[in-house]
């Protein structure tokens, strides 16, 4: 696909080519393990470098390569790998890279499952773990030494929206041959553009914005021409491979995902503004809005912003807690982001190693979806006025929970919000 069309063209029409497949328009699931030769010279020349047994169904089919094409293209990278989940592309993107007596340095708002494999796998392979302040930029080089192998960024971190300045950090990896390895689910390839920004690796946990309909789970993980070898040999290695049926969903959910994240975009914003004049809110985790700590980096650094935020309340009960989670009508109460649906989850006190999350109030995070938003903001003004009447016992409310809300329009999408 040309590069000088518009993304949503690309969208559209990357990865796929229906002259191959008698017309179809979309790539068909292609199931399938065994992939025979009608001869002996055609069997050989199925091979790869590091790898002979390329033809087999466990490296993919047509379906996994037009994901991967296409992944490939949106990233900006060099090529790309699919994997059975978000966290099974990080942890074997992490894998890929290192070995017994090597020094790798994490985020310290990296993704929970990802702190834990690093913390209880990699340190049992003999791998040096050391975590790192978000918000250290080029002071980074502080904590580099001669085996540091790898650097992971998160950007905005897990559960607190840190914002994290990767050029800076990649610049002083790179000066010492440091990979560089980066969760880009948040932001995703249209919002976030990594390898512009010095990333060796870009992860997608595809489960999320890619799919956009909660009914797949799947990773991706693009790599640069500099350290695509590796990641290709070490999901080799581990006999990594994603069923086509899967792959099937996401390639459908790539065509909207433009449209899909301009929505999440605009109608999380207004609810990040909302939640933050609430009186009982204590504050909104979102690098969008102007008095966010990482508000500067993220409009220095990305072209947009997806539907996951955070926000702390103030000191509540725990029958508030209850009350605020158990009235609402949309928003659900569930893990995983990025669906269709509206979500809400309490989160416990992330854990931290290096700067600690000092804030008493309850944490929830907020995943904005695809409703209309006037409906999901009258939903969360009902469940905030429940907590607040959970205070006082036998209280009923006075009046019905209105809002003003203005209606959605397409024409905000073309600029920032901020």
């Keep these: 696909m040309q590069s000088n069309f518009n993304i949503d063209t690309r969208l559209l029409h990357s990865g796929r080519n229906p002259a191959d497949h008698g017309g179809l328009v979309n790539t068909p699931i292609c199931r399938g393990s065994t992939i025979v030769a009608p001869t002996l010279q055609e069997w050989e020349a199925r091979k790869t470098p590091g790898n002979p047994y390329a033809s087999y169904g466990r490296f993919g089919t047509a379906t996994t390569a037009s994901l991967q094409d296409m992944m490939a293209e949106l990233e900006g990278g060099h090529r790309s790998l699919v994997f059975p989940s978000g966290l099974a592309a990080c942890t074997h993107s992490i894998l890929a890279f290192v070995r017994a007596g090597d020094h790798v340095l994490l985020t310290d708002s990296v993704y929970g499952p990802t702190r834990a494999f690093a913390e209880d796998v990699l340190t049992r392979l003999g791998v040096e773990v050391e975590f790192y302040d978000p918000a250290i930029g080029a002071g980074i080089a502080d904590q580099m030494r001669n085996n540091t192998r790898l650097v992971f960024v998160e950007s905005p971190g897990s559960a607190t929206f840190d914002v994290q300045d990767i050029p800076a950090i990649a610049e002083q990896a790179h000066k010492r041959d440091t990979f560089v390895v980066m969760d880009n689910t948040w932001a995703g390839p249209l919002f976030f553009k990594a390898f512009e920004h010095?990333?060796?690796?870009?992860?997608?946990?595809?489960?999320?914005?890619?799919?956009g309909h909660s009914d797949a789970l799947m990773g991706v993980a693009t790599a640069n021409e500099r350290a695509w070898p590796l990641l290709r040999a070490g999901a080799q290695d581990f006999g990594q491979t994603t069923s086509p049926d899967d792959i099937f969903l996401v390639?459908?959910?790539?065509?909207?995902?433009?449209?899909?994240m301009q929505r999440h975009w605009e109608s999380g914003m207004r609810l990040a503004k909302f939640l933050q004049e609430h009186p009982m809110v204590e504050r909104v985790l979102h690098p969008g809005l102007p008095d966010?700590?990482?508000?500067?980096?993220?409009?220095?650094?990305?072209?947009?912003a997806s539907g996951l935020f955070a926000f702390l309340f103030k000191p509540i009960t725990r029958a508030q807690t209850e009350a605020f989670f158990n009235s609402f009508s949309l928003f659900g109460i569930g893990l995983s982001w990025g669906g269709y649906e509206s979500l809400v989850l309490p989160m416990d006190a992330p854990k931290r190693a290096v700067v600690p999350w000092d804030s008493k109030g309850t944490l929830v995070r907020v995943h904005v979806?695809?409703?209309?938003?006037?409906?999901?903001?009258?939903?969360?003004?009902?469940?905030?006025?429940?907590?607040?009447l959970a205070a006082v016992p036998n209280m009923k409310p006075s009046v019905e929970v209105t809002t003003s809300c203005a209606p959605f329009h397409s024409a905000h999408l073309l600029e920032k919000v901020v």
Excluded: N
């Excluded at 010095?198 to 799919?211: E, N």
């Excluded at 409906?375 to 607040?388: F, G, R, V």
């Design 251 to 260: 390639l459908r959910g790539l065509r909207t995902l433009s449209l899909r």
């Design 369 to 388: 979806g695809l409703e209309a938003y006037c409906d999901l903001e009258s939903d969360m003004a009902h469940a905030l006025e429940a907590t607040a």
């Design 292 to 304: 966010d700590p990482g508000h500067s980096l993220w409009k220095r650094d990305f072209l947009g």
């Design 198 to 211: 010095g990333v060796d690796v870009s992860i997608q946990a595809a489960t999320k914005y890619l799919v």
